[in-house]
């Protein structure tokens, strides 16, 4: 929702900070401030990107202090209700990702106590909080204030004269950074990489103290806390541009890298590392959002293929309202980033039905992963533009090795079968890069239809999700309204709003619905509109139905969701070029949603 950082070292404070919160610019862009605490507090705050911030701002002199950049929750996106938000007495300056449940109360009450508000936001509440508990100990005044404040946080202090960043965390991720003479604490463990690549992943209710050369932790009781850092190994370079013009399309050209990092010691045996010995689950839930859920929905068909197990998937914040089932499903709930707060809460509610979750998660040490009994790590490296894709073709993947497992452990996969599938998981990353090599003819295609108001995507059987997701990818990046279907569905009312300048979008490979969806297209072409089809190589009836044709190698059709989002992903980049949009940071979208 928000990024956070914070320093304390022997360098001057602004510079790092502004490089840092730059990395976390994914995370919210629609305000952004700094606030560096020398003898005097030092606050410089505005509205829109950090660009803007880095353009306006002063100079300021001193080596501890705390960034944020915002995605708007409570109150506009102004620069009075830019973060840091100060006490009365400017002396305090906090930053905070998440959400105060109950300000209003808390507000009320301190503004009786005299205290004075300048912005909107539930924020607020917090440096009033501290500044009324405060005498000489930052740590117990931050312990004392979060006593007041229900909702979730991660919430970053510093005080003029201090010579420390407090900060801590509920249900939004916080990292500490180990360096030499200085220590950082941030939203993700991307925007410090630059500097250390050694973390510590504070837990919730944990309050940490950074100062140049120490870090303090203390649980909810007030007891110290020990953890050893862990050591990161992405690299700089997999969290910058590369070349690339965008992070986008540096992570859509990331894909079969990242699919062989996933399958990695993974599939040499299905049996060397089963989540549950001796569970047997008669149903499976998948639970997500956005392209984690679309993913859930190819893992439907997956797990129903090759585990024979009947398998259900359902959007994360609708999850709760879902009865409960009788028959003690196997829970999966997949998350690139391990902090999204609908399906965290999701994850609670599982264990509080007493079922057994499995995490599908692509950021190490993210919250998921403590709510979960067992974790299947995507491999993807950092993500950072605001759309999904690289994380989305390696969840495939981590969703064909975990029906493989469970296909294994109830036996309706055969030896023969399942060296059939890996064979054919260990081609995917050049059938991925047989795409990519096509993107220029991709790209030209996408600019002759780049002007589209509407545009549908339809696809039958394992490929109708990869039209949904297809379809999202194209409004988030291109703004263009996108709608998928399933293909048969389109004469049950969609075709009302078809015309010749509402071009579809056509996945037909050759497998069990390829008479069918020659069929649907027949039917779409037949009332003028434009069609691109996305089938596979040597289809000589294809090209007498569709305007137009993107090819991908044949495969087996079960794995085809691969390759085929990977074209729809340069679809929709493409489209996003053509149209001037600004890829990357899409207006109104954050990557990690942590609030419900
Ligand atoms: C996809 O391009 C979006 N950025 C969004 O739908 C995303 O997949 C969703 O918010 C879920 O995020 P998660 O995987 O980190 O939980």
């Not at 990489?193 to 203390?218: A, H």
């Not at 049950?492 to 050759?510: C, M, N, Q, T, W």
């Amino acid at each position: 929702m928000c990024g956070i950082v914070g320093y304390a070292g022997w360098r001057d404070a602004q510079p790092i900070l502004l490089d840092c919160l730059k990395r976390l610019e994914y995370r919210g862009y629609d305000s952004a401030g700094l606030a560096v605490a020398g003898t005097e507090l030092q606050l410089f705050k505005s509205a829109g990107e950090i660009a803007v911030l880095e353009a306006a701002m002063p100079e300021m002199k001193g080596s501890v202090g705390i960034a944020h950049t915002r995605w708007a929750t409570q109150g506009k996106p102004t620069t009075v209700n830019a973060h840091p938000l100060a006490d009365c007495s400017n002396r305090l300056a906090v930053a905070h990702n998440g959400i105060i449940s109950n300000f209003m109360g808390v507000r009320e009450e301190l503004q009786k106590n005299g205290h004075n508000f300048t912005s909107d936001t539930d924020t607020e509440v917090f440096p009033h909080l501290v500044e009324a508990e405060f005498k000489d100990d930052l740590v117990k005044a931050v312990q004392k204030a979060l006593e007041k404040v229900d909702g979730t946080y991660t919430f970053a202090v510093v005080c003029a004269g201090c010579d420390q960043v407090v900060a801590t965390r509920r249900e939004s991720p916080l990292v500490v950074g180990l360096g030499e003479g200085e220590n950082f604490i941030a939203s993700d463990v991307t925007a410090l990489l630059k500097y250390t690549n050694r973390m510590i992943y504070i837990q919730d209710g944990e309050v940490v103290s950074i100062t140049k050369d120490s870090v303090k932790i203390v649980d909810g009781k007030g007891n110290e806390v020990r953890r050893e850092p862990q050591k990161i190994t992405w690299n700089l370079e997999d969290a910058e541009k590369g070349g690339y013009p965008h992070f986008m399309l540096k992570e859509i050209f990331e894909q079969p890298d990242a699919i062989h990092d996933s399958l990695l010691g993974r599939i040499e045996s299905v049996e060397a590392e089963p989540f549950f010995q001796n569970e047997h689950f008669s149903t499976v839930k998948i639970v997500a959002c956005g392209t984690s859920y679309y993913a859930g929905l190819v893992g439907k068909y997956i797990i129903e293929e090759l585990a024979r197990i009947p398998t259900t998937v359902q959007i994360s914040s609708e999850y709760r309202y879902s009865s409960v089932s009788r028959e003690n499903p196997l829970v999966v709930l997949i998350t690139q980033s391990g902090e999204t707060a609908d399906t965290l809460g999701a994850a609670r509610e599982a264990k509080k039905r007493g079922n057994k979750t499995v995490g599908i998660a692509n950021v190490i040490g993210s919250a998921i992963t403590r709510e979960v009994d067992h974790t299947i790590y995507t491999r993807a490296g950092p993500e950072i533009g605001v759309a999904a894709t690289k994380t989305f073709t390696t969840q495939l993947i981590a969703l064909y090795l975990l029906a493989m497992e469970l296909g294994t452990q109830n036996r309706s996969l055969t030896a023969q079968a399942k060296r059939s599938i890996v064979g054919t998981l260990r081609n995917l990353p050049r059938s991925v890069q047989d795409v990519l090599n096509q993107a220029s003819e991709i790209e030209a295609l996408a600019k002759k239809y780049s002007s589209a108001r509407d545009m549908f995507f339809i696809g039958r059987s394992i490929n109708y999700p990869i039209a949904l997701e297809g379809a999202l990818k194209t409004k988030e990046i291109a703004y263009i309204h996108g709608e998928g279907f399933p293909a048969g569905e389109l004469k049950h009312g969609p075709l009302a709003l078809i015309s010749r300048d509402s071009p579809i979008v056509a996945i037909a490979v050759k497998d069990h619905t390829y008479e069918k969806m020659l069929g649907n297209i027949s039917e779409v072409s037949a009332r003028g509109s434009p069609v691109i089809a996305i089938g596979f190589e040597g289809d000589t009836e294809l090209p007498r139905y569709v305007d137009d044709a993107i090819w991908i190698r044949e495969i087996p059709p079960m794995f085809s969701p691969v390759p085929v989002i990977v074209v729809l992903q340069l679809w929709a980049y493409y489209l996003a070029k053509a149209r001037g949009c600004p890829i990357d940071k899409p207006k109104n979208i954050a990557k990690t949603v942590t609030v419900e």
